[in-house]
């Protein structure tokens, strides 16, 4: 299990230094993230946290998407959501968050299928939101780590608890930064 430890431990650190460089408001973020997803991927298949590691696929398409998207936008700044836009992302969250908790129940041995469905729908929609460079993707990172903090605990894989803690951390400073570099724009 040495190896699952060391696996762990180099997805915690790109994992930290990834939302560090989303805080700074740096595309390099994207690159640093596909380091943090490889590891996961490994590392919550092996955990049997399916919902995780579905996350995990999803990061790296939307990872791809993000860092086009923001290599080819001319706004280099964070942009806030309209109503609708807040409404139909929270619309989502719950529709996926009702999908994929009861394919979990039903068709997986996921350990934590409420939470672990809970963390996916908001970090996919948290991801979708990130690649759009859109601030309100904060709330939904912030409140998956948390949930994550949790699990991860409960999973003891503690390295992965403690990220999950920092992470959350770097999210609230992080959408302080992005609200005021959209004053400063």
Known sequence: MLIMKIIEWIGVISGIIAVYLLYRNSIYTWVTGYINI?????LFWHEK?????????IFLILG?????????????????LTFLGNLLA????????D????YFKI??????????????S???SGQILTALRKLENWYYWIIADIIMCIVYYYKELY?????????TFIGVFGLLRWKKLMKGN
């Open 49 to 57: 946290l399916y919902g995780d590691f579905a996350v995990q696929i």
């Open 64 to 80: 791809i998407w993000g860092w086009i998207n923001w290599h080819n936008s001319k706004a280099s700044f964070p942009q806030k």
């Open 99 to 102: 999908g994929v908790y009861m």
């Open 122 to 124: 908001l970090s996919i």
């Open 107 to 120: 068709y997986t041995k996921c350990t934590y299928p409420i939470a672990e469905s809970l963390i996916l």
């Open 38 to 42: 490889l590891c996961f991927l490994i």
């Open 90 to 97: 929270l619309l989502f969250t719950l529709l996926v968050w």
């Open 159 to 167: 390295p992965t608890s403690i990220y999950a803690i920092i992470i």
